[in-house]
């Protein structure tokens, strides 16, 4: 049988250089909040990605970001895709992010600056309602209402902002799992004139 992935959701995944050990050091220097929605802590700088010490990050992260728009999205406009807010997110043992998507935003990401692929993942939420719903013997990428991806240090993964994710509760103590979460929106030129779609930013 032939099957034909109509209409897939795209999420890419790539690691990227391993942070200087300076680098690293300057991820704990920021002032932290508690996101009581998420029951964990967040920076309170949400512009993180704009400061000089992750200067070649943010370069290392906007190269992944525009292979993404050259091999997925395609656009046939001149778009210029650009990061605007970025955060750091601080999870013990117990503490989850619940299920949510991103506003205001086309793409999303989050870099992983200390996690542990034996405990840590980021779980994906289908958004579309079955009607009928069939439990399924075997899961697959078909079948499943949640799919979980397994995180690392140095890891990075892109998906579109309106796809639905969450983070469980971290199980075993192994160190504070970092990450660095971040929105992209795009300048330029939308849609079309002559389709009645056109949007300039």
Known sequence: MNIIDLFPTPICEKYLEPLSKTTLQNFFKYETKPDWEFKVLQSKNTYILDEKPFKNLKKQINSFIQEYVDQILKPSSNLKF????????????????????????????????????????????????????????????????????????????????????????VEETYGKRISLAFNVFAKGDFGSRQTLTELKL
């Open 82 to 169: 650009y990061i605007t807010q970025s955060w750091l997110n601080y999870t013990n043992e117990k503490q989850v992010h619940y299920p949510h998507s991103h506003p205001n935003s086309i793409i999303s990401g989050v870099y992983y600056i200390n996690a542990n692929p034996k405990f840590d993942y980021i779980r994906f939420k289908k958004n579309v309602y079955d009607q009928i719903k069939v439990y399924p013997k075997q899961f697959n990428k078909y079948n499943s209402d949640t799919w979980w991806i397994p995180t690392a240090t140095n890891k990075i993964i892109l998906f579109p902002s309106c796809l639905m994710h969450e983070v469980g509760n």
